[in-house]
Nanobody
Framework: QVQLVESGGGLVQAGGSLRLSCAASGRTFSSYAMGWFRQAPGKEREFVAAISWGGRNTYYADSVKGRFTISRDNAKNTVYLQMNSLKPEDTAAYYC????????????????????WGQGTQVTVSS
């Protein structure tokens, strides 16, 4: 069983920065792409960013492109989301997830393509 634990959320003013971390259990972390999603109250869960198993390839939602950076450290079984220039509309619970396919060569943007999820960490951006 894989466990994902997010941390780093909090309250920040607009224009500020936060760095989210997601620590994964298990020995197979480096074989799977990872993704970050977010969900605001009353809204569907939406894709934020994804990174390939080796970290070479990344993909971002248009709404965060140029402001957020996804990265991973396979030696630490951890994936990160650096969030800069935060806006009030970035307010949401942020979830990390592990792709369902080992060694996937395509980065997925839909939740159904991910098998394991963390419990989420809240990010609140005040105006």
């Amino acid at each position: 069983q894989v466990q994902l634990v997010e941390s780093g959320g909090g309250l920040v003013q607009a224009g500020g920065s936060l760095r989210l971390s997601c620590a994964a259990s298990g020995r197979t972390f480096s074989s799977y792409a990872m993704g970050w999603f977010r969900q605001a109250p009353g809204k569907e869960r939406e894709f934020v960013a994804a990174i390939s198993w080796g970290g070479r390839n990344t993909y971002y939602a248009d709404s965060v492109k140029g402001r957020f950076t996804i990265s991973r450290d396979n030696a630490k079984n951890t994936v990160y989301l650096q969030m800069n220039s935060l806006k009030p509309e970035d307010t949401a619970a942020y979830y990390c997830a592990r792709d369902a396919t080992v060694g996937a060569t395509v980065l997925h943007m839909t939740p159904r393509e991910y098998e394991y999820w963390g419990q989420g960490t809240q990010v609140t951006v005040s105006s």
